[in-house]
């Protein structure tokens, strides 16, 4: 994903409210599903394996009662896409849909102490590349989905599972997607949302769901000299006129915001805090515009980005020799904009604060797309909140906002709500999502089953 989980996973000793025997054998089937598909390489490019995997996860769900009919594998370029429907007794209730992605980031072998597409589980653990992100969190829902049917389950409105190719990527698949199914009620994002576990003790303190996330954006700026001799200085140097600009823009702060969504999260989370960053977030969530609150937020790097847009210079590119005046000069400002706000309008304020008519700027975004917060439907966070005593009886949940992108945008920009709900916990400093020896422990899969088991019926009944 583009976007960093609130929360990981870590090994969670917890009693699941579920009939043992039923949930052991999907625990396991949830298992060999998640190792089966860390094996394919499906990453961006030459020789990938995103296509085959959809059709070995089509084989899955056939198998485990699924009409051949009901799932489709759709090849877009070097990647595909899977949908699977589930149908309904209403023909008239609009669809719950279940979204998810296959691929995954590239991962070097020669880096790893194990090979990323090789699954291992030691020490209660599940190593491999989509251990985390996100090939646990589609078997574990595969699972639970194939059990619900075995055991008889019929559903009032259509349950459809899909499986995006190149969310890690340009999203391609992604948007098709949400365009196809513009029609649903609501979706549950298992990208997203997640546990948070104490780091010393190992028990759950928190989870949330999201319910918003920022739009990523980039924005180019360039600036063009004639150059000349470099033994001849001009009153104007292509790089020192954009390094001047960088510099106005590194320095500069945007507008602090809340919305319903980053409120609640605030005023929730501020009990798992240290006292300073606690009071401040409390201080915050009651008025946005306290400047003490607003410093210490600011100055602590996992609270900058959930209290309004934040832009950053990431690169820099400029000249064409050593002993020459450049004649060009060029950087990338990414922006993670506050939901509510148009890009456009975001790079014109940067603009104003470069304050130089000279820089030309320049949109250059791929697979983003701006959108607002979905609503706090009552029926989504009352399915939640029951799910979550079954599985982890009396741990808060809250909502929360994601850094972004997900799939979740997509849909949200055809008028869709769409929340991240994944239950799977993990403590901070076990997150290897898109890092080195990425993994998650298999303790965490026997309860989400009993969390996916609540929330899947509750929401299409």
Same mark, same amino acid.
């Given at each position: 994903?583009?976007?960093?989980?609130?929360?990981?996973?870590?090994?969670?000793?917890?009693?699941?409210?579920?009939?043992?025997?039923?949930?052991?054998?999907? /625990?396991? =089937?949830?298992?060999?599903?998640?190792?089966?598909?860390?094996?394919?390489?499906?990453?961006?490019?030459?020789?990938?394996?995103?296509?085959?995997?959809?059709?070995?996860?089509?084989?899955?769900?056939?198998?485990?009662?699924?009409?051949?009919? /009901?799932?489709?594998?759709?090849?877009?370029?070097?990647?595909?896409?899977?949908?699977?429907?589930?149908?309904?007794?209403?023909?008239?209730?609009?669809?719950?849909?279940?979204?998810?992605?296959?691929?995954?980031?590239?991962?070097?072998?020669?880096?790893?102490?194990?090979?990323?597409?090789?699954?291992?589980?030691?020490?209660?653990?599940?190593?491999?590349?989509?251990?985390?992100?996100?090939?646990?969190?589609?078997?574990?829902?595969?699972?639970?989905?194939? /059990?619900?049917?075995?055991?008889?389950?019929?559903? =009032? =409105?259509?349950?459809?599972?899909?499986?995006?190719?190149?969310?890690?990527?340009?999203?391609?698949?992604?948007?098709?997607?949400?365009?196809?199914?513009?029609?649903?009620?609501?979706?549950?994002?298992?990208?997203?949302?997640?546990?948070?576990?104490?780091?010393?003790?190992?028990?759950?303190?928190?989870?949330?769901?999201?319910?918003?996330?920022?739009?990523?954006?980039?924005?180019?700026?360039?600036?063009?000299?004639?150059?000349?001799?470099?033994? /001849?200085?001009?009153?104007?140097?292509?790089?020192?006129?954009?390094?001047?600009?960088?510099?106005?823009?590194?320095?500069?702060?945007?507008? @602090?915001?809340?919305?319903?969504?980053?409120?609640?999260?605030?005023?929730?989370?501020?009990?798992?805090?240290?006292?300073?960053?606690?009071?401040?977030?409390?201080?915050?969530?009651?008025?946005?515009?306290?400047?003490?609150?607003?410093?210490?937020?600011?100055?602590?790097?996992?609270?900058?980005?959930?209290?309004?847009?934040?832009?950053?210079?990431?690169?820099?590119?400029?000249?064409?020799?050593?002993?020459?005046?450049?004649?060009?000069?060029?950087?990338?400002?990414?922006? =993670?904009?506050?939901?509510?706000?148009?890009?456009?309008?975001?790079?014109?304020?940067?603009?104003?604060?470069?304050?130089?008519?000279?820089?030309?700027?320049?949109?250059?975004?791929?697979?983003?797309?701006?959108?607002?917060?979905? @609503?706090?439907?009552?029926?989504?966070?009352?399915?939640?909140?029951?799910?979550?005593?079954?599985?982890?009886?009396?741990?808060?949940?809250?909502?929360?906002?994601?850094?972004?992108?997900?799939?979740?945008?997509?849909?949200?920009?055809?008028?869709?709500?769409?929340?991240?709900?994944?239950?799977?916990?993990?403590?901070?400093?076990?997150?290897?999502?898109?890092?080195?020896?990425?993994?998650?422990?298999?303790?965490?899969?026997?309860?989400?089953?009993?969390?996916?088991?609540?929330?899947?019926?509750?929401?299409?009944?």
């Amino acid at each position: 994903m583009k976007h960093l989980h609130i929360a990981a996973f870590c090994v969670l000793a917890l009693t699941a409210a579920a009939a043992p025997a039923q949930t052991s054998d999907t /625990e396991a =089937r949830a298992l060999e599903i998640a190792k089966r598909a860390i094996s394919f390489r499906s990453v961006s490019g030459a020789q990938n394996q995103t296509p085959a995997l959809a059709q070995w996860l089509k084989q899955q769900l056939v198998a485990g009662g699924f009409a051949q009919g /009901e799932v489709t594998v759709t090849p877009v370029d070097d990647t595909a896409y899977l949908i699977a429907r589930w149908p309904g007794s209403d023909p008239k209730a609009k669809p719950l849909v279940i979204s998810g992605h296959i691929d995954v980031v590239e991962a070097k072998p020669s880096d790893w102490e194990r090979d990323p597409f090789i699954a291992v589980v030691e020490n209660g653990y599940l190593y491999g590349r989509g251990a985390t992100d996100m090939k646990l969190d589609a078997a574990i829902v595969m699972a639970t989905l194939i /059990e619900l049917k075995q055991q008889g389950y019929k559903p =009032r =409105r259509d349950i459809i599972l899909q499986f995006s190719g190149d969310e890690e990527t340009t999203m391609k698949t992604s948007a098709i997607i949400a365009e196809k199914l513009r029609h649903a009620e609501l979706v549950i994002n298992i990208d997203g949302g997640g546990g948070l576990l104490d780091e010393k003790t190992g028990k759950p303190l928190y989870m949330t769901w999201q319910g918003a996330e920022k739009t990523y954006a980039d924005f180019e700026l360039s600036v063009a000299n004639p150059g000349g001799h470099s033994s /001849e200085p001009r009153p104007v140097n292509a790089i020192a006129e954009l390094g001047a600009a960088l510099a106005k823009i590194g320095a500069y702060r945007f507008k @602090p915001e809340l919305n319903e969504l980053s409120r609640a999260y605030f005023q929730a989370a501020a009990r798992y805090e240290d006292p300073e960053t606690a009071a401040a977030m409390r201080a915050f969530a009651a008025n946005p515009d306290d400047a003490k609150a607003v410093a210490t937020l600011r100055a602590n790097y996992a609270t900058i980005g959930k209290i309004g847009t934040t832009c950053v210079p990431t690169m820099v590119s400029g000249g064409h020799a050593l002993n020459a005046l450049p004649q060009r000069a060029t950087a990338n400002i990414n922006c =993670r904009i506050f939901p509510g706000h148009k890009p456009a309008d975001i790079m014109a304020e940067l603009a104003r604060v470069a304050g130089d008519p000279a820089i030309q700027w320049k949109d250059v975004t791929e697979g983003s797309v701006a959108t607002d917060a979905s @609503p706090m439907r009552p029926d989504f966070v009352r399915a939640v909140e029951t799910a979550m005593g079954k599985a982890y009886p009396g741990v808060p949940v809250f909502p929360s906002m994601s850094s972004g992108a997900s799939d979740s945008m997509w849909f949200r920009s055809v008028g869709v709500p769409s929340y991240g709900a994944s239950p799977v916990f993990i403590k901070e400093s076990d997150s290897f999502s898109h890092g080195l020896n990425e993994r998650t422990p298999i303790a965490s899969i026997a309860p989400a089953i009993v969390y996916y088991r609540s929330l899947f019926t509750d929401l299409s009944k």
